[in-house]
């Protein structure tokens, strides 16, 4: 099979270009081959007429070819300054000692960033920044060295609605300066916000180059996928509202709070209801999801569930009362990436019953196939490490883990993002369906769109509060006044 | 018929180098037959006053405080921890005992006695070493020290714990039915091996027949995500320092058994790092997650093994730190992918080289 067959891609100077294609369609892989990392079986790279190889990303680099990754690769133990200019210190004199000219490392990565409008102080620690700023750091020394073709993977993934204006802005220079920008990202809106023209891959294979303008968002998705996608609605778990009403719901949350994280906050959760979760990145929608599943320790309010009163200390006591959290970060904070699918799957199960009784292989095998089936995971055996997964059945897996230990209150932290459309269309579905089936569903989003879809009932935060309630089927335009207004 | 089933042993032999086990198997394997030609008669084993005799039990018997360390220090390992603070444990547990022993000989008695009884002795000092543990792992988890820092200060303040149990002076303990620990039989076999072998088999067993190995390896692995999916990791990875101290106790007892006496500044010297070592040739990786019981015992036999082959080989005391330093260095060599790939590399070029200056002649 090859990763990569027969692809075409073509960048003009002061254009922005937009990659797109499902998870496994290539994309990463046409990075690697335009920035060095892997070499090409067959075909040529030309720049500005030249024919190149490049042999390695600093080789790439040196041509005029710089990246920005998904992940930041920038030392967070370095200030802001260091990181800019690591590798190409500004010196003094010889006879001045020879040293790194600190006051120009500063100097210098004062005016780059200013020039970039980001306004962080350059000699703080780059971790002590969030990682919507340590992107803009990367993106700023990626485009200090003088770069002619830029390529950014996935960059806004991180990002909130304003950090994303403020990177196309940015973009926007750079392309004004005449540079040929690559653009990797799942965002349909990103791309016709900034996109000149869009390639888009499928299965390895070149399938268009499109100017985005003429280009419909449903031609656009059909050619991703390959077929048509009906959006999913929520709408027949709003008629079976009023059966849900009468019973007492499942988790009532009084003023939790935790100073830093989240003003004290009211939320209450019924059987077979999705409570939507919306705001902005840095609203307090993470931290709402963490001090009810017991991850940080709430400072006020109380939690009920079930009508028993007291506060979850540990995600374990969470878990012992019928909870579970998919975490947003799926790498670091939800799977363990050396395990295999099925150890994956069974671990909250077994850590809820504890070091006895052990479930034997066979059980494990069982409630594994059960649910590799169910959700249509697709991976070569259930003993393949879950690391070597794509995004979307690494989702689906963690998704596994909670639905084995059959939760009566499930917390979604971000569950489509990273994952193809085809992918996020089947999570959608699969919640519809628990919810269906009386569970209570908590999805937090940064796409409001997704949450005003899916939702029941909708809470909105702004800066760490809550800014009200809104009731489902209310539209995108709603939930962004709600933010808006002050 | 007959052909499938070579072809299979074949497919096994040809897959056997990728076992996790085949290079600590092969080192071990490769030293015992040097020992065996430096000393002829090493791998004889004979029976002699009602138990087993041979240069091979005595390295299994001497080895067997190092594989309860090593067994102890694997599983904090696996869970990215380290204690250092084993060999200070070792003091510890050996000047508890020997004092609630007690150290005086009484040449007009007729059978040498103890303060308290035997049993108490031992509970006495595995349950201080356990407290030790429970130190260090409190420290790590609750204090939120990293486990290098964390066990240091019981390594050093060890001794000097160690040394105010014993007064500040080694002392001797009288009391016959204790030097069984570390140098009596049972069953022909070498009480020490035994109690080293049973450890092994708990671990085993508690890794196997519960969910400590999952456990184990998803918060090496892991820690946040298995924390999140409920793991009590902090439980589990406190539990695994007052192991560790717990079989650091153990090998105080059969070492200060086995010399009859507790010395607070030496007994256990330099025991972590062995311990460290021995996890290390066995596979287990120092990031936590990966770990092999199996191989760790193999690790702590290689160097046991080490040490007897250079006692036998005459090596003079001055320079037996440096021969085991090089035949380490040895080991680790040859259990290095890299280096023995670069190792065939060269082998084909030099072969390809003589071919090619072969074909030229001719």
């Known amino acids: 099979m090859r990763a990569l067959d027969d692809v075409e891609l073509c960048l003009r100077a002061g254009e922005v270009h937009a990659l797109m294609g499902q998870n496994g369609a290539g994309k990463s892989t046409l990075i690697k081959v335009l920035t060095g990392v892997c070499a090409p079986e067959a075909g040529s790279i030309e720049l500005e007429g030249q024919p190149i190889q490049p042999t390695s990303p600093l080789h790439a680099q040196r041509l005029g070819i710089s990246t920005v990754y998904q992940e930041v690769n920038l030392c967070p133990n370095l200030t802001v300054a260091e990181n800019l200019f690591a590798g190409r210190y500004p010196r003094r004199a010889w006879w001045r000692g020879g040293g790194i000219n600190w006051s120009a490392v500063n100097r210098e990565a004062r005016r780059v960033l200013t020039a970039l409008q980001v306004d962080v102080e350059v000699t703080r620690l780059l971790a002590t920044y969030p990682v919507a700023i340590q992107q803009m750091v990367a993106i700023a020394r990626a485009t200090n060295i003088s770069a002619r073709v830029l390529i950014l993977d996935e960059p806004t993934s991180s990002l909130d609605a304003d950090e994303v204006q403020q990177l196309f802005a940015v973009l926007d220079r750079l392309r004004r300066q005449g540079m040929a920008i690559l653009f990797v990202t799942h965002f349909l809106d990103q791309v016709y916000a900034i996109s000149d023209r869009v390639t888009v891959l499928r299965n390895g294979r070149f399938v268009g180059e499109y100017v985005a303008r003429e280009l419909s968002r449903e031609a656009l998705i059909t050619a991703m996928v390959g077929r048509e996608i009906a959006p999913v609605t929520n709408a027949v778990t709003t008629q079976g509202q009023a059966a849900k009403v009468t019973s007492a719901p499942v988790l009532q949350a009084k003023a939790i709070g935790r100073k830093g994280q989240l003003q004290p906050t009211d939320i209450e959760l019924n059987r077979g209801e999705i409570l939507g979760v919306a705001g902005l990145l840095g609203s307090g929608r993470t931290e709402l999801a963490r001090l009810l599943f017991g991850l940080d320790p709430a400072d006020s309010g109380e939690i009920g569930v079930n009508g028993k009163r007291g506060l979850l200390r540990s995600p374990a006591d969470a878990i012992a009362q019928g909870l579970a959290l998919c975490p947003e970060e799926r790498k670091t904070e939800g799977l363990v990436a050396d395990l295999s699918v099925r150890e994956n799957i069974v671990l909250a199960l077994q850590a809820r019953s504890g070091l006895v009784p052990h479930l034997s292989p066979e059980a494990q095998q069982r409630i594994a196939e059960r649910l590799v089936a169910a959700l249509g995971i697709k991976a070569a055996s259930i003993d393949t490490p879950v690391g070597q997964l794509s995004g979307g059945n690494q989702q689906k897996v963690l998704l596994a883990r909670w639905l084995a230990t059959n939760p009566q209150l499930l917390i979604l932290d971000e569950p489509t993002r990273g994952i193809d459309v085809a992918a996020k269309q089947e999570i959608m579905n699969e919640i519809v369906g628990l919810a269906r089936d009386g569970m209570a569903v908590m999805f937090i989003s940064a796409e409001i769109e997704e949450v005003v879809r899916l939702s029941d009932r909708i809470v909105v935060l702004r800066d760490r509060r809550k800014a009200g309630e809104l009731p489902g089927g209310c539209g995108e335009q709603a939930v962004y006044e709600l933010i808006a207004r002050h | ?362």
Request: aromatic share 6%; with cysteine; net charge positive.
């Open chain 2, 1 to 362: 018929m007959d052909s499938v089933r070579r072809d299979r042993i074949g497919d096994g032999l040809r897959r056997l180098p990728a076992h996790p086990l085949f290079w600590p198997v092969t080192a071990l394997a490769v030293l015992l037959i040097i020992a065996a030609i430096v000393q002829p008669g090493f791998l004889r084993i004979g029976w002699v006053d009602g138990h087993l005799h041979g240069s091979l039990i005595d390295v299994l018997n001497r080895a067997a405080p190092l594989m309860l360390v090593a067994i102890g220090m694997t599983l904090v390992i696996a869970l990215r921890g380290l204690d250092i603070s084993v060999g200070a444990v070792v003091a510890i547990s050996a000047a508890v005992a020997a004092v609630m022993i007690g150290g005086s000989l009484d040449p007009h008695a007729a059978e040498q006695t103890s303060r308290v009884p035997l049993g108490v002795a031992i509970a006495g000092a595995l349950g201080v070493a356990m407290l030790c543990g429970l130190w260090n792992g409190l420290l790590v988890v609750k204090a939120g020290m990293q486990p290098i820092v964390a066990t240091l200060i019981l390594m050093v303040a060890g001794r000097g714990i160690a040394q105010l149990i014993t007064d500040g002076r080694i002392i001797t303990v009288y009391y016959s039915p204790y030097f069984h620990i570390g140098n009596g039989f049972l069953g022909g076999l070498p009480f020490a091996l035994i109690i080293a072998a049973l450890t092994a088999v708990a671990v085993y067993l508690a890794l196997t027949r519960t969910a400590l190995g999952l456990f184990v390896r998803s918060i090496g692995t892991n820690p946040v995500a298995a924390r999140v999916a409920g793991v009590r990791s902090r439980l589990i990875t406190v539990c695994s320092y007052v192991f560790c101290s717990l079989t650091a106790g153990l090998a105080g007892l059969i070492i200060s058994s086995n010399v009859k006496s507790a010395d607070g500044n030496n007994a256990g010297q330099l025991m972590e790092l062995d311990a460290i070592l021995a996890v290390t040739l066995g596979g287990t990786s120092l990031a936590g997650g990966r770990f092999s019981l199996a191989g760790t015992i193999v690790g702590a036999l290689i160097l046991q093994t080490l040490t007897a082959l250079i006692y036998a080989s005459g090596v003079p005391p001055e320079v037996n730190m440096v021969v085991k330093a090089v035949l380490v260095f040895a080991v680790m060599l040859l259990q290095s992918p890299e280096f023995r790939a670069l190792v065939v590399k060269e082998a084909l070029n030099r072969r390809a080289a003589r071919s090619k200056a072969h074909h030229e002649r001719s």
